[in-house]
């Protein structure tokens, strides 16, 4: 099973009130959105892209394509950029332990004006602190 989804994360101040989004297409549709407490604007990408991984996996998506705004995410899952922080080297492993499950698999870079519906999740994850 195919889709295409789009993740972002943010948050207000770095570290600050942070929050998840993703958005999936495809035969199972979804949104996720979580409150993630104080936290950085790349912890929340990273958990971002998690929360997507994981809730794709439980559908039975094989095959995802992932469109997010984060460039340095994007670079590190693609192998262009070393993870040298120690948060996102957990993270990142996580990450790539599901993308291994996946048939096929690709994570793109896209403006931010491109990642309106992923960041209105992540900013009613904040408002709603929850």
Same mark, same amino acid.
């Given at each position: 099973m195919k889709g295409i +989804?789009?993740?972002?994360?943010? &948050?207000?101040?770095? !570290?600050?009130?942070? +929050?998840?989004?993703?958005?999936? &297409?495809?035969?199972? !549709?979804?949104?996720?959105?979580?409150?993630?407490?104080e936290t950085t604007n790349n912890v929340a990408e990273y958990t971002a892209l998690l929360l997507l991984l994981q809730k794709a996996l439980?559908?039975?998506?094989s095959e995802l394509e992932i469109f997010a705004d984060s460039e340095l995410m994007?670079?590190?899952i693609g192998g262009q950029y070393k993870v040298k922080d120690v948060k996102l080297k957990k993270l990142f492993a996580q990450?790539?332990?599901?993308?291994?499950?996946?048939?096929?698999?690709?994570?793109?870079?896209?403006?931010r004006a491109q990642n309106k519906e992923a960041d209105r999740l992540v900013n009613e994850a904040i408002d709603r602190r929850c």
């Open positions: +989804g789009f993740v972002d994360g943010g &948050a207000r101040g770095n !570290p600050g009130p942070a +929050g998840s989004g993703a958005v999936l &297409a495809g035969a199972r !549709p979804f949104t996720i959105s979580k409150y993630l407490g439980e559908l039975g998506y994007v670079k590190q990450a790539t332990a599901y993308i291994a499950r996946l048939k096929k698999f690709s994570l793109s870079h896209i403006p």
